[in-house]
């Protein structure tokens, strides 16, 4: 992050060729003394002011390019994350070949709103991240006083608004799409099993929300916490509102595994078992028997199976699956930087382009609340593997 200032070689090459030179030419003279006469003595040399050159701290001023920041831990137990997130945006100028957008990385481990503060001295007009929501909320008042937007890679969305975006994948648009696929297969009555705690309670609403608007009926929703026989208890529950032909399972794919046997002997032997998003961020989903036949909505795999094929050959090493939000901030922030002028405050209304961006993950655009609506597709567990279903749309046209 912290750049030296030194002298160019170009210069120091210069300068030793005019001495070279100089005294090339020097010993090429002949002193000539009139006859009769003693030598000359030279004049004397005369004082040259040199002026110092003055080095302002921080990073130096660019003039020809955009300046943005890159807040993510990377440091700390989630440094992984972090760095495969910096790595990605890498990735991204390198493909583009872009050299107007300057990006400069910020370790938020030792405080987001520290690393926030950092960013704008340096002269930074948009920031990218942080990744986590309570950063979040520590980083956008900051930047807001400054006028500079922020684009998080955080999914709560809590903390949108006030000037901060959020990349992250909503559960709430997974488990609508996963509801809207399923109604359209022809289940009506559901039946709904999440986690205590907030990721619970919000999956529970968009559930119920979901169910509604796509004309069907929730026959029951049961919570379970992470203490022994929870999860057991909770699906005895639900076989006292049996019979359902469709139930969502709002949990890691680790869960719903145990779960779903225990569905099938109480009351949900022929229903349709849903996931949300978070199925996708397990590259061994499929490989659970339990799932098998089960329907989960996330972004498209497509683009992301050749991202990450390059980003293995480019870093040595497997990306994040969230890593592909920071490779299409970069391409976002590419596009508008056509329309951006260098040293000018970043143009937060192209950020609400109603159109929309594309990227690995497939289409997006923010909405009125901040929050990166996706374009979505349906993928089921079959052999061993994922099938796409239902693919996601390609734009935001026909809606």
């Known amino acids: 992050m912290a750049e030296g200032v030194s002298v160019p070689q170009r ?5 030793r060729s005019i001495i070279v030179a100089g005294a090339l030419i020097l010993s090429g003279c002949q002193s000539v003394v009139p006859r009769g006469q003693g030598p000359v003595a030279p004049p004397p040399p ?9 080095v302002e701290p921080g990073i130096p001023v660019d003039v020809a390019r955009h300046r943005v920041a890159l807040l993510v831990p990377l440091t700390g137990p989630n440094a992984g994350v972090g760095q495969s997130l910096a790595n990605a945006t890498q990735m991204a100028l390198l493909d583009t070949k872009n050299e107007q957008v300057r990006i400069t990385s910020y370790d938020t481990n030792g405080g987001a709103a520290a690393a926030a503060q950092k960013a704008l001295a340096d002269g930074n007009r948009l920031i990218l991240g942080p990744l986590l929501a309570d950063d979040v909320r520590a980083v956008a008042p900051i930047a807001r006083r400054a006028g500079v937007p ?13 000037g901060a975006y959020l990349m992250g994948y909503a559960p709430a648009q997974s488990i609508e799409r996963v509801v809207q696929y399923a109604r359209a297969q022809g289940v009506s009555d559901f039946a709904g099993l999440v986690p205590n705690g907030t990721y619970g309670e919000r999956a529970s609403t968009a559930f119920l929300r979901a169910v509604e608007s796509a004309g ?4 029951t929703l049961q919570t379970y916490d992470r203490a022994p026989g929870s999860l057991t208890g909770a699906i005895s529950r639900m076989a006292q509102n049996a019979p359902y032909d469709g139930v969502l399972v709002a949990d890691v794919g680790a869960t719903a595994s145990v779960a779903v046997p225990l569905i099938r002997k109480n009351g949900g032997g022929s229903a349709h078992v849903l996931g949300t998003d978070q199925w996708n961020l397990e590259s061994s989903i499929a490989t659970r028997p339990a799932l098998a036949g089960a329907w989960f909505a996330s972004v498209s795999d497509g683009l992301y199976r050749q991202y990450a094929a390059k980003y293995r050959a480019r870093f040595g090493t497997a990306p994040y699956r969230l890593s592909s939000l920071g490779y299409d901030v970069v391409l976002l922030t590419v596009r508008i930087a056509r329309e951006w002028r260098v040293g000018a405050p970043f143009p937060e209304e192209r950020l609400r382009d109603h159109d929309g961006f594309a990227g690995i993950d497939g289409a997006f655009r923010f909405g009125r609340d901040s929050v990166a609506e996706r374009a979505l597709e349906v993928q089921e567990i079959r052999g061993g593997t994922t099938v796409v279903v239902s693919p996601a749309p390609s734009g935001f046209g026909d809606r």
Not at 46 to 54: F, K, L
Request: glycine content about 10%; overall charge positive; aromatic content about 4%.
């Open 216 to 219: 069907g009926q929730v026959r």
């Open 150 to 162: 922020v684009v998080s890679f955080s999914n709560d969305t809590t903390a949108a608004g006030n």
């Open 46 to 54: 005369r004082a040259v002011q040199v002026q110092p050159q003055r």
């Open 11 to 15: 210069g120091r090459a210069i300068l």
